[in-house]
């Protein structure tokens, strides 16, 4: 029994042996398998960023007024841009005279800003970190920094070109953008063209309204500061009205609040109050005499005015064009700001006013169209650097969701902030 203890020993010997090659060769396949799934997920990652960073897709602009040109700004910004295309049916002539004055919000200045927009080298004005300038010099400026662009993408600007069916049929197959930005306005039909629907929802802002405007043609087209006046109250006892009695009602609503914009040549008046019932309020909105409100912009100029400019009189008040009544101010936008063209592989955005609008004219309106913009390069990226269909519509839906909180917010905030304060 002894001398088979050896060979015991010696086969117990063997299976420790055995069991710690299965180990070994166990542990020497696990860490392979390991640095292969590792390389191939740096691999993957390196593929992936270099993909990336090399992607670049065609984008075509419909419409070259402040929030078109803006958007192809933005674009050729974003890095992703291989070919930029910019469309308008009007002539470059046309564009850079257009004398009326935009106001552009500290947000927007900031938002041009990170653009490259360079305030310094353009004509206007500041007034509380606002900046005042003429639509005209707007366009034409960045005009300018897009044709500067052309050494880095390919920049082709196609002014007097109309976007119809017949434009789209035209372009190769090869040819066609990725993503088209339509800015026509809110009377462009680039919309109906490409076949999204034009429903739109039409909200209640909970204010009334009325504008005037009046033109005066020996004076200068020169960028002029806004004046704003807030709780005001007219007399108009003589058509029966008590606004005094009204005003001392503490229950009743603050008065109304006025804006004067635009050059000394193209005056514009705003006069906005929230929704109330007051005596004075029902009167404006459901009167028949005209007169009334021309009457009360003309006495509202001439009060508010600047020191330098010529009073309205009988002769100038002639020429004022205004509303006939206080009416609600509404803002329309869009049901349907982004769509797909499957078959072609086209990624559609709706932009400015051909997807928002408000029925009340605030002079700020161009600030508006620029909340929309704001996610316009994320939304190029992500579509430049889409893997397959499925990202483009989240991309899409990201960014129509955006469109309709831009529309939300100004429903709450908008007159409060180019109105009220």
Not at 138 to 159: G, P, T, W
Not at 218 to 241: K, M, N, W
Not at 341 to 362: C, M, S
Not at 384 to 411: C, G, P, R, W, Y
């Amino acid at each position: 029994m002894e001398g088979l203890q050896p060979d015991n020993a010696g086969v117990g010997g063997t299976g420790e042996t055995a069991e710690e090659k299965y180990g070994a060769l166990a542990f020497d396949t696990a860490l392979s398998t390991l640095v292969v799934v590792a390389l191939y997920v740096v691999v993957k990652v390196s593929l992936d960023g270099f993909r990336q960073w090399r992607a670049r897709i065609s984008v075509l602009v419909v419409g070259s007024g402040p929030v078109g040109l803006t958007a192809a700004l933005v674009a050729v910004r974003s890095g992703k841009v291989l070919k930029l295309t910019l469309l308008d049916e009007r002539y470059r002539t046309a564009l850079l005279c257009r004398p009326q004055q935009i106001a552009l919000d500290p947000r927007s200045v900031k938002f041009l800003l990170g653009l490259g927009v360079d305030f310094d080298n353009m004509e206007g004005c500041w007034h509380n970190e606002h900046f005042f300038t003429r639509i005209g010099v707007f366009q034409e400026y960045l005009l300018s920094i897009l044709e500067q662009k052309k050494q880095r993408v390919e920049v082709k600007v196609q002014l007097g070109t109309k976007f119809t069916e017949e434009y789209l049929r035209r372009i190769p197959h090869n040819d066609w953008p990725r993503v088209i930005v339509v800015a026509d306005g809110s009377c462009g039909d680039s919309c109906s063209v490409l076949g999204i629907s034009s429903d739109y929802i039409v909200e209640s802002c909970h204010s009334y309204g009325a504008n005037a405007t009046i033109e005066r043609s020996d004076q200068r087209q020169v960028p002029t500061p806004e004046i704003r006046a807030h709780s005001l109250y007219f007399d108009l006892s003589a058509y029966g009205v008590e606004a005094l009695r009204e005003h001392r009602n503490p229950t009743a609503k603050s008065g109304f609040h006025l804006k004067i914009y635009g050059t000394f040549r193209n005056r514009y008046m705003a006069l906005a109050c929230p929704t109330s019932d007051t005596k004075m309020v029902r009167y404006l909105r459901h009167t028949a005499n005209s007169s009334i409100m021309k009457n009360i912009f003309h006495e509202s100029f001439n009060a508010y005015k600047t020191d330098i400019e010529p009073r309205l009189n009988d002769v100038t008040l002639h020429h004022m064009q205004c509303s006939r009544r206080l009416f609600e101010i509404q803002l329309s936008h869009r049901r349907i700001s982004a769509a797909y063209i499957e078959g072609e592989n086209v990624a559609v955005i709706v932009e400015g006013e051909a997807a928002r609008v408000l029925n009340f004219d605030t002079g700020f309106g161009v600030n508006l169209g620029m909340r929309g913009l704001e996610s316009v390069g994320t939304f190029i990226y992500r579509t430049a650097t889409a893997v397959d269909q499925n990202d483009i519509l989240e991309a899409l839906s990201a960014k129509m969701q955006h469109s309709k909180q831009v529309a939300e917010t100004f429903k709450q905030t908008g007159l409060t902030d180019s109105m009220y304060e």
